[in-house]
Structure formats: C-alpha cells, structure tokens
C-alpha cells in the first residue's frame, strides 16, 4: 500500500531535499508551495523519476482555507497523509527596535500558524487510523536565541514548545510527533545575511561546514521511519555540533 507525505514549503531548499529522500524511501509526495510553481514542479519531477508520484499545490500556510483545499486535493489525488513534515518557514535580521508589529504578526503567522494549520488538517485521518509522523522544522535559534534574529528565533521556540505538546498529547492515538532542529544549512535563506557572515558560521560550526539540505532531509528520514517507531517528542539538532 502506497504510503502519502506532504511536505510544506517544498519547491526548494530543505523542504524539496526532504520531499526527494522520503520519496525514496516509497512514499508519494505532496509538494506544497506558496510562490513559485515551476521550482515545485521540479521537485515532483525529481519525486516522479524515483518512482513515486508526486502532485504540486499553491498554498501559502498561514491562510487555513488554502491549507485545508490541499488536503483535500492530496486526499482525492494521492490518499490521506501518513507523514506531514511542516517546514514552510521565512526568516531574517532586525534589530529589536525595528521590528514592526507586521513583521512580528507575519512570522508568527507562517511558523507558527502555518504548521498548526497544516496539523489541524492532517490529525482527523491520524486519530482514526491510530498511526501517523508529524515532523516539524524548527532551528538551533529556538534553543539558543540568535542576536538580530528574536522574532525568528522567538516563532523557533514555540513550534519546539508545540511539538513536545502534542507529542504527549497524541502518543496515545499513536501517532508520534518530533522536531527537526538544523543548525546553519546552506540555502536560499542565507541570501540576506551580510557579506561573510556564512563563512564566519561555517568557521564557528564544530564540523567546519555549513549543513547541506539532505543533512536535514536524512534526519527527517529517519524520524519518520520504523527505525524511530519508539521516538517522540523529540528534538534531533543536525548542526555540525553548533549547540553542544
Ligand atoms: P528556503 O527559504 O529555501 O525555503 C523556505 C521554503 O518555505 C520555501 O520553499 C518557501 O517558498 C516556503 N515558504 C515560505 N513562506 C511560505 C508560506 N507562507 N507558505 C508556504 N510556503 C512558504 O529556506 P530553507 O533553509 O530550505 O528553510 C526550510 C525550513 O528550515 C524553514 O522553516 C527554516 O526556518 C528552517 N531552517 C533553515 C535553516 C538554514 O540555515 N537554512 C536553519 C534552521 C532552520
């Protein structure tokens, strides 16, 4: 029997590295992404290609009726959603005092809200079928606090604090639910940090690399296999030992 992930935020960077290894691990896949539908068409392109069958859809994850419309297509186009590994996430640098009320409320609404969104929609199937894997994206900056970074950082601590809650509240409708905590991982999202900064954190990255998308993507592999069958409300830090 085929078995159905959908990953949030998966037409590039971590989300399509984990869309493509799950796929390889037999799964079909949901390619979720707000903006750009040709980089989601190549995901599912390269999730086609191992075999598996892949759909895409435009969804932005803080609005809750575009996220309940992907469910459903998924549902019809592939079949309910064993996996759900929320990792849509927008991140960037200001200084406190700069941080607009707008800004604060978006962060929160694509973090935070967007993974109970795409949570709320999965759990109804999960509950009945007494199984299922929830993975969330949080980052080593929800432990630890990042200098320029607090609303980022505040949106990274509350999906840990999200995460561990409904662990404990639907291990006992077997479903488990953990996070994926990276440590700095060389994508789009690095774009807008000042010249050097990346080298200084591969440099201050015990392993002296920046982490690579499929870093991430064999934690959630992981996570999200039998191997993991009695792991749960976890954080799993790939950072190369940067919180250590
Ligand atoms: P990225 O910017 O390449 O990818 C982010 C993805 O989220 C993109 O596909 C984007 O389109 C999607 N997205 C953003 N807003 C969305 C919305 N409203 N609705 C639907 N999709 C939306 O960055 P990435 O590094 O691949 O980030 C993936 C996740 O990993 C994020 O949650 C990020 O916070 C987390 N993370 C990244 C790093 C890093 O160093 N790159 C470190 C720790 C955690």
């Not at 068409?41 to 932005?60: N, Q």
């Not at 440590?183 to 000042?194: A, F, K, N, W």
Request: charged share 25%; proline share 3%; aromatic share 6%.
């Amino acid at each position: 029997m085929s078995r159905v992930a959908l990953v949030t935020g998966s037409s590039r960077g971590i989300g399509r590295a984990v869309a493509i290894r799950l796929a390889k691990d037999g799964y079909d896949i949901c390619v979720n992404y707000e903006k750009r539908a040709d980089k989601a068409e190549e995901t599912a392109a390269a999730v086609r290609e191992l075999g598996r069958k892949a759909i895409t859809f435009k969804a932005d994850v803080s609005d809750s009726d575009a996220v309940n419309a992907m469910f459903d297509f998924a549902g019809k186009e592939l079949g309910e959603v064993d996996v759900l590994v929320s990792n849509a996430g927008i991140a960037g640098q200001a200084q406190i005092q700069d941080v607009t009320r707008e800004r604060w409320d978006r962060f929160f609404a694509v973090n935070v809200t967007g993974a109970f969104n795409a949570v709320h929609e999965v759990i109804p199937h999960m509950i009945h079928e007494k199984k299922g894997c929830i993975i969330t994206i949080s980052s080593m900056w929800g432990l630890r606090g990042a200098s320029c970074e607090s609303v980022y950082s505040a949106t990274k601590a509350a999906l840990i604090g999200f995460t561990r809650s409904l662990a404990k509240e639907l291990a006992p409708s077997g479903i488990r639910v953990n996070c994926v905590a990276p440590g700095v991982i060389d994508t789009d999202m690095l774009d807008e940090l000042p010249e050097g900064v990346k080298d200084t954190l591969a440099d201050e990255t015990p392993l002296g690399r920046l982490g690579t998308p499929e870093d991430i993507a064999e934690a959630v592999a992981f996570l999200a296999s039998d191997k993991a069958d009695f792991i749960t409300g976890q954080v799993i830090m790939p950072d190369g030992g940067f919180v250590v």
